[in-house]
């Protein structure tokens, strides 16, 4: 290993939970929002007592990390450089995300985020074999 350099200073971090990449899609509204957050609240992926998948997040007193994605709605269907058209544009996508961030928060979740639009360096560290995608359009 070289030198790296010094590391980032930490500005939000959690303890067990989630990390949401949250990605909003160009026709994304309200009703999107709180389907996301209702599946997301009400998943069973924390372990029980005998070790079974069957805890919401909200059971184990879990915390969230929410980091607005926007390279989710990647198309790349075509050529070698990807097409964000499928995006919502900055505006509306940082109002959907920051609803979506209220919302986790009126389910008493405590969250964190990221600095919508930035240029972040995040880490995860991935406790387990779970890692889900979630798309409102997925019905």
Request: no cysteine; charged share 30%; hydrophobic share 35%.
């Amino acid at each position: 290993m070289g030198d790296e350099g010094p590391r980032p200073e930490v500005e939000r971090a959690i303890e067990t939970g989630y990390m949401v990449l949250l990605g909003v899609a160009l026709d994304d509204d309200e009703t999107d929002a709180e389907r996301i957050v209702d599946k997301v609240v009400g998943l069973r992926v924390f372990d029980d007592d005998h070790g079974k998948m069957n805890l919401s997040i909200g059971q184990i007193g879990g915390q969230m990390l929410v980091v607005s994605q926007f390279t989710l709605l990647a198309d790349t269907r075509k050529g070698r450089r990807p097409s964000f058209s499928n995006a919502a544009p900055p505006e509306r996508g940082k109002a959907l995300y920051e609803y979506v961030v209220d919302r986790f928060r009126l389910h008493g979740i405590t969250v964190e985020t990221g600095e919508f639009g930035a240029h972040m360096q995040v880490e995860l560290v991935n406790d387990g074999p779970v890692t889900i995608v979630l798309d409102t359009r997925d019905r």
